[in-house]
């Protein structure tokens, strides 16, 4: 099969397009024939060398196709399936556990489900099951355009939650298109005196923005943060909580989820669609930080 791989880390030169063995799976694997990737952050991250992996490595977590071979009785070939690859998916084929892999509706397309496993279940898991959100409280959500951010105002919506959507000025009617009811521009304005009172902030963003959000909470309010280190201490002193929200692959959460995208109550908004040959520039865009929603990369 083909597959893009990296021999070493560096720039975006150094993902090469090339014929691999192909994976067989496992006991409670499936072999996937992948349609469509997507790229996220850690994916330019892991490539740098910001954290470690073994090599040579084939990148991507997020993946949608065809079952091609099923060693799990849940699953059988011919199905179409999305979720999280074992084996990397920008590949043209990757093995995935059982476990981290959902049926794809079919009012879903392959490149919408590609795009979704690990942006929408960090916003899910960041709202729900670690900030337990309900219906008439608030979300603060700093990066409300990117990836993880334009899902985590949709599910907010959804649920009855006010969201308030931070970002640039150009994604403003964006945002608020979600859902948002406010919006704040970074450029333009302290977020830190713009929102109060609010139950949960979302820190998708990282760097000075963790600090910023801890002024915004109400007493006894949680900052979730997936791009910092929680500043917990800090936290501490103004009387709430700051913690750092790891994702977990969830089959549940997933179905869930792409019923939602099926039945018209949640858009994936994909920025760019790039065939997998053009790996390199779809990992210039993402690594830009100014993407809106997800790139895409088409395999087949």
């Known amino acids: ?89 920008y590949a043209e084929f990757a093995t995935a556990s059982a476990a981290a892999v959902a049926k794809k509706p079919a009012g879903v397309s392959h490149e919408q489900a590609a795009a979704l496993p690990v942006a929408a279940l960090t916003a899910w898991q960041a709202l729900f099951d670690r900030g337990r959100l309900a219906r008439g409280q608030t979300v603060l959500i700093a990066g409300a355009a990117g990836g993880v951010g334009h899902f985590a105002v949709q599910f907010a919506r959804h649920a009855g939650v006010r969201a308030i959507g931070v970002g640039s000025s150009r994604n403003r009617e964006f945002v ?77 959460q997933l179905s869930r989820i792409a019923q939602l995208v099926a039945d018209g109550e949640v858009r994936v908004e994909i920025a760019e669609e790039l065939p997998l040959t053009e790996v390199a520039r779809a990992h210039e865009l993402s690594e830009s930080r100014h993407t809106r929603g997800k790139i895409v990369l088409k395999v087949r």
Not at 177 to 202: C, K, R
């Open 1 to 89: 099969m083909h597959a893009v791989v990296m021999n070493e880390t560096g720039g975006p030169e150094v993902l090469r397009y090339e014929e691999v063995d192909r994976p067989e799976p496992g006991e409670g694997e499936v072999l996937v024939r992948v349609c469509a990737a997507s790229v996220n952050p850690v994916d330019w991250k892991y490539r740098r060398g910001f954290a470690d992996r073994a090599l040579p490595a084939i990148l991507g977590n997020d993946m949608s196709g065809t079952v091609e071979v099923s060693r799990v009785e849940r699953f059988a070939p011919g199905e179409d399936v999305f979720g999280f690859a074992s084996s990397g998916g």
């Open 176 to 252: 608020l298109g979600l859902g948002a009811e406010q919006y704040i521009d970074y450029t333009q304005e302290d977020v830190a005196t713009a929102a109060s009172d609010v139950d949960v902030a979302f820190d998708a963003v990282g760097g000075e923005t963790t600090q910023a959000l801890l002024p915004t909470l109400r007493e006894g309010g949680l900052l979730v943060t997936i791009a910092n280190a929680p500043p917990e201490e800090e936290a501490a002193k103004r009387g709430v909580r700051a913690e750092l929200l790891v994702m977990s692959p969830s089959t549940a």
